[in-house]
């Protein structure tokens, strides 16, 4: 008889031992998933304002690439991310009042794709962060203060080309060139920033330059007919209207054969011989992953460095290279990445 009491003792000890420790396991699988549902509450319902200057393809890979970077950071369109866009279309009056739009869509944060973009947001708000996508020089547009302490409530990522690396370029495929036409808007401070920088870059190289700046697209056509006169070869910093226009240029400086050497990769895919320079894409990806750390409260506009990139991708055209009748030296085809105008990578650069 005691030895069935101790037995029902026993069991009923274990019970209760099961009972509680059953008990603390749901309390803590409870207390992860209510972690869980913290986290993603955290990101969840955030809104970003995208202004994006002008269409053309240059831009249009860096905003998807931001949208690419708020995703890797776990933010999704459609899932805890409302993206509101507008698209300028180069017209001041409109990135004006789609400043203001966005403004009044409560975003959490605005994003400049390129210098005007940028600036009309900043004429509207000094209290919501804004981002710089691909902004040339953000001091020198009058943007932020400083690159390393910007100061204000903006920051972003700066698409500074290397100028110099590109000019040098030119000249190893073109040793017989004389001289550099330099063509840009003149509407545009990005692109004057960088037209000094090219001059200076040229005669470091034995080149002469000379510059001609359009008003507007519509004189972009007779322009290059003049430039293909008097120059070797044609050099385009960053610029919007020239890129928004660059089958036109593309069209009639192969009328004469005449090299352009661009300051970005899509601008090779469309015609243009080479350059050094970002992947337009992975620029947008850094500018998402910045958005998505101001969104997340780990960052704040005034203290976030202005992120530059260190180097640039040496990017030919191998086939308007053979239309032009310019012989790639193998030691720059080696590192190179090259492509066609149709857009498609025909051999990549060596790991």
Same mark, same amino acid.
């Given at each position: 008889? &005691?030895?069935?009491?101790?037995?029902?003792?026993?069991?009923?000890?274990?019970?209760?031992?099961?009972?509680?420790?059953?008990?603390?396991?749901?309390?803590?699988?409870?207390?992860?998933?209510?972690?869980?549902?913290?986290?993603?509450?955290?990101?969840?319902?955030?809104?970003?304002?995208?202004?994006?200057?002008?269409?053309?393809?240059?831009?249009?890979?860096?905003?998807?690439?931001? &949208?690419?970077?708020?995703?890797?950071? %776990?933010?999704?369109? %459609?899932?805890?991310?409302?993206?509101?866009?507008?698209?300028?279309?180069?017209?001041?009056?409109?990135?004006?009042?789609?400043?203001?739009?966005?403004?009044?869509?409560?975003?959490?944060?605005?994003?400049?794709?390129?210098?005007?973009?940028?600036?009309?947001?900043?004429?509207?708000?000094?209290?919501?962060?804004?981002?710089?996508?691909?902004?040339?020089?953000?001091?020198?547009?009058?943007?932020?203060?400083?690159?390393?302490?910007?100061?204000?409530?903006?920051?972003?990522?700066?698409?500074?080309?290397?100028?110099?690396?590109?000019?040098?370029?030119?000249?190893?495929?073109?040793?017989?060139? &004389?001289?550099?036409?330099?063509?840009?808007?003149?509407?545009?401070?990005?692109?004057?920033?960088?037209?000094?920088?090219?001059?200076?870059?040229?005669?470091?190289?034995?080149?002469?330059?000379?510059?001609?700046?359009?008003?507007?697209?519509?004189?972009?056509?007779?322009?290059?007919?003049?430039?293909?006169?008097?120059?070797?070869?044609?050099?385009?910093?960053?610029?919007?209207?020239?890129?928004?226009?660059?089958?036109?240029?593309?069209?009639?400086?192969? &009328?004469?054969?005449?090299?352009?050497?661009?300051?970005?990769?899509?601008?090779?895919?469309?015609?243009?011989?080479?350059?050094?320079?970002?992947?337009?894409?992975?620029?947008?990806?850094?500018? %998402?992953?910045?958005?998505?750390?101001?969104?997340?409260?780990?960052?704040?506009?005034?203290?976030?460095?202005?992120?530059?990139?260190?180097?640039?991708?040496?990017?030919?055209?191998?086939?308007?290279?053979?239309?032009?009748?310019?012989?790639?030296?193998?030691?720059?085809?080696?590192?190179?990445?090259?492509?066609?105008?149709?857009?498609?990578?025909?051999?990549?650069?060596?790991?």
């Amino acid at each position: 008889m &005691k030895n069935k009491g101790l037995m029902a003792t026993v069991i009923v000890i274990l019970l209760f031992l099961g009972a509680t420790l059953v008990y603390q396991l749901g309390m803590s699988r409870g207390n992860d998933q209510a972690a869980t549902t913290a986290t993603t509450s955290e990101k969840a319902d955030k809104t970003v304002g995208i202004l994006q200057y002008v269409s053309h393809e240059a831009l249009d890979a860096i905003t998807n690439g931001i &949208k690419e970077g708020l995703k890797e950071s %776990g933010y999704t369109e %459609g899932d805890n991310l409302t993206i509101e866009f507008q698209n300028g279309q180069a017209d001041q009056s409109k990135l004006a009042t789609m400043s203001q739009q966005l403004l009044n869509k409560n975003a959490d944060v605005l994003v400049g794709v390129a210098t005007p973009a940028a600036q009309a947001l900043a004429n509207v708000t000094q209290d919501v962060p804004i981002v710089l996508g691909a902004v040339t020089d953000p001091v020198g547009a009058n943007l932020v203060a400083d690159m390393d302490e910007p100061g204000g409530n903006i920051t972003g990522v700066s698409d500074k080309a290397p100028v110099g690396a590109q000019i040098k370029l030119a000249t190893e495929l073109m040793p017989d060139a &004389k001289s550099v036409g330099i063509l840009y808007s003149s509407t545009e401070d990005n692109s004057k920033y960088q037209v000094a920088e090219a001059e200076a870059a040229a005669e470091d190289n034995g080149l002469t330059t000379k510059k001609y700046a359009v008003p507007s697209s519509n004189e972009i056509a007779q322009t290059v007919q003049v430039m293909a006169q008097e120059v070797d070869f044609i050099y385009i910093p960053l610029d919007n209207t020239i890129a928004n226009a660059m089958q036109t240029v593309v069209g009639e400086a192969n &009328k004469t054969k005449t090299p352009i050497i661009t300051s970005v990769d899509t601008m090779v895919e469309q015609g243009g011989l080479a350059t050094v320079g970002q992947d337009q894409f992975t620029i947008g990806v850094e500018t %998402g992953k910045m958005v998505a750390a101001i969104l997340d409260g780990t960052s704040e506009p005034a203290t976030t460095p202005i992120y530059t990139f260190s180097d640039g991708e040496t990017i030919i055209n191998e086939e308007q290279a053979a239309f032009l009748g310019i012989t790639i030296p193998d030691s720059i085809k080696a590192d190179a990445t090259m492509v066609n105008s149709d857009d498609a990578t025909t051999s990549s650069s060596a790991e």
